[in-house]
């Protein structure tokens, strides 16, 4: 490829989407996209309702897997990661949720100068659109967010008995309250996926300064001295060498962008002399600090037939997927994550540290295997573990992929938050909203009552809510491996790193919704033009959060004293 281009972005997805349209706003530059998947176009990612078909299929899943996690007794876990165009925003469950405010004041705290909550709320505003009018929401932005309408009481009982347990509700999760149960909203534009792709890639290409190279694997970045010019990379055997005039964008994720800056030669001098690749820069702490989020399934039986479980049959869902391809209504048309919540584990806890998703049937999140009968069922997990990881090499083969271990669970704190979500969770289905329907509690069971009994399950059943975050986390500490205030890697010029991996902390929520106000922000740090501090962007809580675990009335706003702020989320011991 003899063409020249101003920037190299390494990645379509979530990230790589959204740097390549506002980088390429700018009709004077030309923009090359590398992504080592093929097309997104399919059905299976088209159609909400069927988000376990496209994340079980070799076409769209990396189909990576852990090592041995040795605190769940050496288990194996599956670890999708999104292979294509717009990456895992194509296979997600599109639950979209921006984390609590708390997060970004978390993220400045530990080092991530310019992304605390004032300064990250102007670009969540920026990438989405919705319906409602708030000066907290967007109304402009490329995806836009729904909420699910399929009118299963179900959504509504579990509000009801998150308030009945007295947890505060919440009109909206990603408005003024993140704390408290809520409906849920969804990454869908006209009952169709919204994702990453379809939302900045397309309209992207549209313009004809941006070109995206399919199936391009990249084995490394090269340098001059510390500075980034260009990228190798394979297709179909053949190598490409491509050189960017103004920079390189790395955008592969939380487990492909610490690989190919390991076979690059930046990172532990011990592991890349141990693959005999010349170091350019040692980095001990690339590939570090790999956080995720583990999640339960809390399942009960339904005295009565009103939940999903009545369309598993071959016949109902030929008949929903021809409602949706004709109309792109019905439930083909919703992930049926229409309701959740978020709360504090214990008093002590400044925000919350559990998420909950509520779904009106007990099926695996693979959909493989469901529970055989009419029931539903909450994932829930906790949202700042302790436990850290790591992303390290195979080999020096770009087809090999990396070795993953997250050590969940090898925390102490890890465990008692874990028994908590099991403990709280089933004391919002024993309230009076379920009272009529609520049956045999299917999973744990009613046999699983005691620490040591709920550690086995927690051993044998707690899963990846796939959302891996942290590799290269980016502050102005020596360990750091990106700046903050230009994203570019620390230590050299050209090269930038926008994705997940430079996340300090995981926030409390799905992860692609603040992925994508990431690169975003990014974009115009890129470009030296960031937007302004909203300066309404209130940081809502609970004033006696010292004392309760739980409140009906989340009315405290701590946005007025942010240093008072960062003492407090030291006190939780949460920096």
């Given at each position: 490829?003899?063409?020249?281009?101003?920037?190299?972005?390494?990645?379509?997805?979530?990230?790589?989407?959204?740097?390549?349209?506002?980088?390429?706003?700018?009709?004077?530059?030309?923009?090359?996209?590398l992504e080592a998947g093929g097309s997104d176009r399919s059905l299976t990612i088209s159609m909400?309702?069927?988000?376990?078909?496209?994340?079980?299929?070799?076409r769209f899943n990396w189909g990576l897997k852990t090592e041995p996690e040795p605190g769940l007794d050496n288990r194996i876990m599956n670890l999708p990661r999104g292979k294509g165009l717009g990456g895992s925003s194509s296979i997600n469950g599109m639950c979209y949720v921006r984390g609590n405010p708390m997060d970004y004041e978390l993220w400045s705290a530990k080092g991530a100068l310019g992304w605390h909550w004032a300064n990250v709320l102007p670009y969540f505003k920026k990438?989405?659109?919705?319906?409602?009018?708030?000066?907290?929401?967007?109304?402009?932005?490329?995806?836009t967010v729904t909420k699910g309408n399929s009118g299963n009481i179900l959504n509504q009982k579990f509000l009801e008995a998150g308030a009945q347990a007295g947890y505060p509700l919440s009109e909206n999760m990603n408005g003024i309250q993140h704390e408290g149960m809520s409906p849920m909203e969804m990454f869908v534009k006209k009952g169709t996926r919204a994702s990453a792709a379809k939302s900045y890639l397309y309209p992207a290409l549209k313009r004809g300064n941006v070109k995206v190279e399919k199936h391009a694997v990249v084995e490394k970045i090269l340098f001059e001295g510390k500075k980034a010019e260009a990228v190798l990379y394979s297709k179909y055997g053949k190598k490409f060498k491509i050189f960017a005039r103004k920079g390189i964008i790395l955008s592969a994720g939380s487990i492909m962008s610490p690989k190919i800056l390991k076979l690059s030669g930046v990172g532990p001098k011990a592991e890349l002399s141990a693959h005999g690749i010349e170091i350019i820069k040692s980095f001990d702490d690339v590939g570090a600090n790999l956080m995720d989020h583990l999640e339960l399934y809390i399942q009960y039986q339904c005295r009565k037939p009103i939940t999903l479980y009545k369309y598993l049959n071959p016949f109902s869902k030929f008949l929903i997927g021809i409602q949706w391809m004709l109309f792109k209504k019905g439930l083909g048309a919703t992930n049926h994550f229409e309701s959740g919540g978020h709360i504090r584990s214990r008093a002590g806890i400044l925000y919350p540290d559990i998420q909950f998703h509520f779904l009106p049937l007990a099926i695996s999140y693979d959909g493989k295997k469901d529970a055989g009968t009419h029931g539903f069922q909450v994932h829930v997990g906790t949202k700042?573990?302790?436990?850290?990881?790591?992303?390290?090499?195979?080999?020096?083969?770009?087809?090999?992929?990396?070795?993953?271990?997250?050590?969940?669970?090898?925390?102490p704190q890890d465990w008692i938050d874990m028994r908590a979500c099991i403990t709280l969770t089933r004391e919002i289905f024993s309230q009076n909203s379920f009272s009529d329907i609520i049956g045999n509690e299917i999973a744990p069971g009613e046999n699983c009552k005691t620490s040591d009994q709920m550690d086995k399950f927690i051993k044998e059943k707690v899963e990846s809510a796939y959302h891996p975050c942290g590799t290269l986390r980016m502050g102005t500490d020596r360990k750091a491996v990106v700046d903050p205030r230009t994203m570019k890697l620390n230590g050299f010029d050209g090269l930038f790193v926008v994705d997940s991996s430079v996340m300090p902390q995981a926030t409390a929520g799905d992860l692609n919704t603040p992925t994508l106000m990431i690169a975003e922000r990014a974009a115009d740090l890129i470009k030296g033009e960031v937007l302004s501090e909203d300066i309404l962007a209130p940081i809502m809580g609970d004033f006696n959060w010292r004392e309760r675990q739980r409140s009906s009335e989340i009315g405290h706003d701590f946005s007025s004293n942010r240093k008072d702020l960062k003492k407090l989320l030291s006190e939780t011991n949460q920096l």
């Open positions: 490829m003899l063409e020249q281009f101003d920037y190299i972005v390494i990645g379509a997805g979530s990230a790589g989407c959204v740097i390549a349209n506002r980088l390429g706003e700018d009709q004077r530059k030309k923009i090359l996209v909400p309702a069927a988000l376990s078909l496209p994340m079980n299929s070799k990438l989405e659109k919705v319906s409602e009018s708030s000066e907290l929401r967007g109304n402009e932005g490329p995806i700042r573990a302790k436990s850290r990881g790591w992303v390290r090499l195979k080999s020096n083969d770009p087809l090999d992929p990396p070795k993953v271990r997250f050590n969940y669970m090898t925390d």
